[in-house]
């Protein structure tokens, strides 16, 4: 294989486990990653802050995705080819805005609520009632609520799904499903996985990617990329609302099915 090879992954209960947040499942692919350069993406609907840590304990310098597509963050200087239009410099990155400003869609959910959904945002909740909610560490709960681009949120009452959906369309948003809902305007994970994609074509040439996900989050991302992957969800199942063509399914749970298909994928590239 003598292609350049991208790997795009989400975050929650793919590359970290469901329960605890660990990736210890996944090392020996990581290693490997490493061993044979080839960039690993952060796609996820967690915050700048929050990659950023998982950034550090992965030492991670490639380009990362936040909030479900919303920021895209490039470490100035990663491509000789970086784009102009459309990016700001923001403390080390060059960065290119796909998602709504924040307080958007925090008066989206409040109309939301005027329509009588009893829905509660990241917003709405102090530290330690996202600490209880998510399992995360009062840091990365702290984190979580300094949102851009994406408001995940809980709806108390168990409303109709399609319902909830229509009456978000109504407001000129959209939304998403992975652990949590997430209010959102029309950024997506595969918009930003099509934006690295070309920018990495434009510095390396030929290209394969492979994205790796585990909820309907993660749909646009496996769409945009030459081979999509979903892993299992605790007790052994698959979304079965993830439907993309030629999908690999991971035989494994989160990381431990993340380790897998990647030993399986990239074990024989001799990496650049």
């Not at 403390?91 to 109309?111: A, P, Q, W």
């Not at 949120?153 to 000129?172: M, N």
């Not at 029309?186 to 492979?210: H, M, P, Q």
Request: with cysteine; net charge negative; glycine share 10%.
């Amino acid at each position: 294989m003598d292609t350049y090879i991208v790997i795009f992954t989400d975050l929650d209960g793919t590359l970290l486990s469901y329960d605890n947040y660990s990736f210890e499942e996944a090392l020996d692919a990581l290693d490997l990653i490493k061993e044979k350069r080839i960039p690993l993406v952060l796609c996820s609907s967690k915050t700048r802050g929050e990659i950023e840590l998982y950034r550090e304990r992965l030492e991670n310098r490639d380009p990362f995705v936040s909030e479900n597509g919303g920021g895209i963050f490039i470490p100035v200087g990663y491509f000789k080819k970086s784009p102009d239009v459309g990016v700001r410099h923001d403390n080390g990155y060059r960065v290119i805005i796909i998602g709504k400003r924040y307080s958007e869609l925090r008066d989206g959910l409040r109309r939301l609520r005027e329509m009588g959904f009893r829905v509660k945002g990241f917003g709405d909740m102090t530290v330690e009632e996202i600490v209880s909610l998510t399992g995360l560490s009062p840091e990365e709960a702290r984190l979580s609520k300094e949102r851009d681009f994406d408001e995940p949120f809980i709806v108390e009452d168990g409303a109709d799904e399609e319902r909830l959906r229509d009456a978000v369309l109504s407001l000129g948003l959209n939304f998403t499903v992975g652990r949590y809902y997430h209010l959102m305007g029309e950024s997506d994970k595969g918009k930003a996985v099509r934006i690295l994609t070309e920018l990495y074509r434009k510095e390396f040439g030929d290209i394969r990617t492979i994205a790796i996900g585990d909820s309907p989050n993660d749909i646009p991302m496996l769409e945009a990329v030459d081979i999509p992957v979903v892993v299992q969800k605790p007790g052994g199942v698959y979304d079965s609302r993830i439907v993309v063509p030629d999908i690999v399914r991971a035989d494994g749970i989160g990381p431990d099915g993340w380790r897998k298909v990647i030993m399986e994928l990239v074990g024989n590239f001799q990496g650049k």
